[in-house]
Antibody, heavy 122, light 106 residues
Framework: QVQLQESGPGLVKPSQTLSLTCTVS??????????WSWIRQPAGKGLEWIGR???????NYNPSLKSRVTISVDTSKNQFSLKLSSVTAADTAVYYC??????????????WGQGTLVTVSS | SYELTQPPSVSVSPGQTASITCSGD??????ACWYQQKPGQSPVLVIY???KRPSGIPERFSGSNSGNTATLTISGTQAMDEADYYC?????????FGGGTKLTVL
C-alpha cells in the first residue's frame, strides 16, 4: 500500500524559498500512470492545488502560483519536491503531497500524505 | 477561472440522509470527486468519477453528477461522518476544489 510522507522546514522567512520533499513508500514512484501533486490548506480554510508532476518530468501548475512554483522528481530516491519562491505570510499553510490519478480529462487524489505545517515568519 | 460552490454547512440527524451539493458551470460534463476531512487529519477520498467508491469506503456514501450540480449523499448518517467535505473537479488541465462543507451530525 502506497504511503506518502512530507518533510522539510517548518519555518521559512518572508521572501525566501519554501522547499519540501515527499517520499513515497510501499511502491515505486515510477510504476503505473500516476502523477504526483502538491496541495495546501491554510488554517481553517479550504484546499488549494499547487501543481503536479509526472515521472517523465512533465508538470502542470496552478496558474495563480505558476510564477513561483517548481516541482521536480527524483525517481532514484522515490521522491518528488516542491519549491515555492518569494514566500509571504499568505503562504503559511499545511502542505500535502498526494498521488494524482489522472485519467484523460479527470483526476482524483489518493492517498494523501499526513501533511506538514509551514509557517512563513521572520 | 472555473469555480465550484458548496454550502458552508449542512446539518443532519443521526440515521438520516445527508446531501451535500457542489455547483459549477456544466459540472455534469466533467467528473467530480469528493473528500472527507476530519479535524487534524488529511483528506480521504470517498467518491471518484462522480459515483465510484474506493475500497474501504462504506456503502452509505454515494455520489451523482448532472447538469450544474454534483451531490454527495450519505445514507444512514453516523456520528463518525461528521467532517468537512470537499468536492473537486478538473478543468483545462487544472484542479479545482470547492470551498468545503462542514457536516454536523446532531
Amino acid at each position: 500500500q502506497v504511503q506518502l510522507q512530507e518533510s522539510g522546514p517548518g519555518l521559512v522567512k518572508p521572501s525566501q524559498t519554501l522547499s519540501l520533499t515527499c517520499t513515497v513508500s510501499g511502491g515505486s514512484i515510477s510504476s503505473g500512470s500516476y502523477y504526483w501533486s502538491w496541495i495546501r490548506q491554510p488554517a481553517g480554510k479550504g484546499l488549494e492545488w499547487i501543481g503536479r508532476i509526472y515521472t517523465s518530468g512533465s508538470t502542470n501548475y496552478n496558474p495563480s502560483l505558476k510564477s513561483r512554483v517548481t516541482i521536480s522528481v527524483d525517481t532514484s530516491k522515490n521522491q518528488f519536491s516542491l519549491k515555492l519562491s518569494s514566500v509571504t505570510a499568505a503562504d503559511t499553510a499545511v502542505y500535502y503531497c498526494a498521488r494524482d490519478w489522472l485519467a484523460g480529462t479527470y483526476n482524483w487524489f489518493d492517498p494523501w500524505g499526513q501533511g506538514t505545517l509551514v509557517t512563513v515568519s521572520s | 477561472s472555473y469555480e465550484l460552490t458548496q454550502p458552508p454547512s449542512v446539518s443532519v440527524s443521526p440515521g438520516q440522509t445527508a446531501s451535500i451539493t457542489c455547483s459549477g458551470d456544466k459540472l455534469g460534463d466533467k467528473y467530480a470527486c469528493w473528500y472527507q476531512q476530519k479535524p487534524g487529519q488529511s483528506p480521504v477520498l470517498v467518491i471518484y468519477q462522480d459515483s465510484k467508491r474506493p475500497s474501504g469506503i462504506p456503502e452509505r456514501f454515494s455520489g451523482s453528477n448532472s447538469g450544474n450540480t454534483a451531490t454527495l449523499t450519505i445514507s444512514g448518517t453516523q456520528a463518525m461522518d461528521e467532517a468537512d467535505y470537499y468536492c473537486q473537479a478538473w478543468d483545462s488541465i487544472h484542479v479545482v476544489f470547492g470551498g468545503g462543507t462542514k457536516l454536523t451530525v446532531l
